[in-house]
């Protein structure tokens, strides 16, 4: 899979990944319009080009309130973030090119008030969507938001996982769209994020569907 030309589908207003957009920014939105007053923190796993996060930014009364971490693997869509930010003047969106995985790319940074992990839990194992959620618990401050993606998610216990780790359900979308977007609040306890893990492996869904046939 091109992880850079997947992107052009979000050029489409009407293709799956736009319409798919549109739900995120909304979650980020509501979770930035619900945030304490102060400093906020945002972190973004597997970021891709940015543009959700970077398009709510760019309009949002508190983007001087926000600073962003934003990790992802291919060069070609941190410079395509990094421009949308400089263009947009968010001067404190920081993008990281690397593996996205990697708990060392957060440790010094969470716990974050917002976390999106979009574009992930559909690309990789069942396993590691589980694991992903627990780590989750390290990387999202309490009363802080998760936003997440997964097409398929009513096939998987993703929505029980959640909750017994104490992320409370403030939208999910429904069965009568297949884009599966989601925003919990986290209302457990605050705990360290441990150094020089792999929290999962980025498998991508196209392999995961292959090995279904």
């Known amino acids: 899979m091109d992880w850079h030309t997947w992107h052009d589908a979000y050029d489409n207003p009407d293709s799956y990944l736009a319409h798919r957009l549109t739900l995120v920014k909304d979650r980020i939105r509501e979770a930035l319009d619900a945030a304490p007053e102060g400093e906020l923190r945002v972190v973004s796993l597997c970021a891709g080009q940015g543009r959700d996060l970077i398009e709510v930014l760019a309009e949002h009364p508190r983007n001087r309130d926000v600073t962003a971490r934003l990790v992802e ?10 421009k949308l930010a400089a263009e947009a003047g968010l001067d404190r969106v920081e993008v990281v090119t690397g593996d996205a995985s990697l708990t060392d790319h957060y440790a010094d940074f969470a716990p974050a008030d917002i976390v999106v992990v979009c574009g992930v839990l559909g690309n990789v194992v069942r396993a ?14 309490p009363g802080g938001t998760l936003v997440w993606t997964r097409t398929r998610h009513f096939d998987t216990p993703l929505q029980q996982w959640l909750e017994e780790r104490e992320f409370e359900p403030m939208w999910v979308s429904g069965p009568e769209v297949e884009h599966g977007v989601g925003a919990h609040r986290y209302g457990g306890a605050s705990r360290q994020l441990p150094p020089g893990v792999s929290m999962f492996d980025f498998i991508g869904y196209d392999v995961l569907d292959a090995r279904e046939l």
């Open 128 to 141: 590691d969507m589980e694991r992903i959620v627990e780590y989750c618990t390290s990387l999202c401050r």
């Open 73 to 82: 693997l291919d060069p070609r869509n941190t410079e395509f973030a990094r």
